[in-house]
């Protein structure tokens, strides 16, 4: 399975961005899959995940309101749409994919999840 992750780039503050992470080599459409960032000199951690219907979400609450995470099953794809974009959210942003089929339960934790994209860079300038 291999996961490509772009639409990072360079924004100003109060702005918006849409990431896209595409999935090839394995249907994802059973999986969960999530987004997470690191930022420099910080842990990687949790921004938003999705059950494989769409019909559960988690956001971390730093991000929760400003960001949504959406999936086309049919596209083999998930997205993060970010809006309202602070400085603190600068970081590079992964998607991952749980490999084992899941219900509506959406996990949290780096380690449940199997797959990782490259990641793609995100830049909120102040």
């Known amino acids: 399975v291999q996961l490509q992750a772009s639409g990072g780039g360079f924004v100003q503050a109060g702005g918006s961005l849409r990431l896209s992470c595409a999935a090839s080599g394995r249907t994802l459409s059973r999986n969960v899959m999530g987004w997470f960032r690191q930022a420099p000199g910080k842990e990687r951690e949790f921004v938003a995940g999705i059950n494989w219907s769409g019909s559960s979400t988690y956001y971390a609450d730093s991000v929760k309101g400003r960001f949504t995470i959406s999936r086309d099953n049919d596209k083999n794809t998930v997205y993060l749409q970010m809006n309202s974009l602070k400085p603190e959210d600068t970081a590079v942003y992964y998607c991952?994919?749980?490999?084992?089929?899941?219900?509506?339960?959406?996990?949290?934790?780096?380690?449940?999840?199997?797959?990782w994209g490259q990641g793609t860079l995100v830049t909120v300038s102040s």
């Open positions: 991952a994919a749980v490999g084992r089929i899941s219900g509506s339960y959406v996990y949290t934790e780096g380690s449940s999840y199997d797959y």
